[in-house]
């Protein structure tokens, strides 16, 4: 066992940010197959003396049983872990963008009850207005609740280990970058972690975007309802748009392993703790 030594921190950051990123890609694809409803090749640059020897800078830090020194061997080795790359990187998309797809469709469900809201009740009349009736908007209702629930199961706990393992990689890559500037492997090293950074963060604010976004959507609903003609119609009617109001006070949205909600303010408080975290590292490095 290789013995942990203060000077390696760094290397030793880098590595397990790549580690969690990979076991966070393949703990979303196992819920997700659970729940079945629904820069980094500038390193070298400007060190020739290196590109000969096996210290050689691979795109992923990995210790193999064999000599990568060869160029063949070399050459080999860093194609197939760019291809690792790639696929990874088209798997973790595939995942934040089924999310965004359906909070999406969930969102123009909304706008089509809002829609039928206003219809129905832009005038006091007995039936059916272009064939929406009482009953089709309660059960419109009950289906956007239906469906806001069944995303909440899949995503729950997706979210909660997402933003688990993103605080401690960005943390992670927070440290990296404040003790690589005015190194002399910096540059290299920013260009990759930098990028690695953002992209961490952009896939923690899409999360809690799109928490934020069903949040402010299903508030409409209630909005439509209170805001259309319902006190022109009959007692009974004007009962179950009050209900159906009632209802609409509880927000729709989804929760970080039915702990807290995902909003823009949470993903500020992740933003936060990151950097309370990364100036402990610093504070003991």
Request: hydrophobic share 50%.
């Amino acid at each position: 066992m290789i013995q942990y030594q203060s000077d390696s921190l760094p290397d030793f950051m880098d590595g397990m940010s790549s580690a969690m990123t990979y076991t966070l890609m393949f703990v979303k694809l196992a819920i997700l197959w659970a729940n079945q409803r629904c820069g980094v090749l500038a390193v070298n640059t400007g060190e020739v003396q290196r590109m000969n020897v096996s210290a050689r800078e691979q795109i992923l830090k990995m210790k193999l049983p064999f000599k990568v020194n060869t160029s063949p061997v070399y050459l080999l080795i860093t194609i197939l872990q760019f291809l690792h790359l790639v696929l990874c990187g088209c798997g973790i998309s595939m995942v934040n963008s089924l999310i965004v797809t359906l909070i999406l469709h969930i969102g123009g469900q909304i706008d089509v009850m809002r829609d039928w809201l206003s219809t129905a009740f832009s005038k006091n009349v007995i039936g059916t207005v272009n064939g929406i009736t009482m009953r089709a908007l309660v059960t419109k209702h009950q289906r956007i609740i239906m469906f806001s629930q069944n995303i909440e199961n899949l995503y729950t706990y997706i979210a909660l280990i997402l933003f688990v393992s993103d605080t401690i990689i960005i943390c992670c890559l927070g440290f990296i970058i404040v003790t690589s500037i005015g190194t002399p492997d910096g540059p290299a090293i920013l260009l990759r972690s930098v990028l690695y950074y953002m992209v961490m963060n952009l896939e923690a604010f899409i999360f809690c975007l799109a928490g934020e976004y069903l949040n402010a959507k299903s508030q409409m609903i209630g909005d439509a309802a209170y805001d259309s003609l319902w006190y022109d119609f009959t007692s009974s009617k004007s009962r179950i748009v009050l209900l159906l109001i009632l209802r609409s006070q509880k927000r729709l949205t989804i929760t970080i392993g039915k702990i807290m909600d995902l909003s823009l303010e949470r993903f500020t408080s992740v933003v936060k703790a990151s950097a309370s975290y990364i100036s402990v590292l610093l504070a003991m490095y």
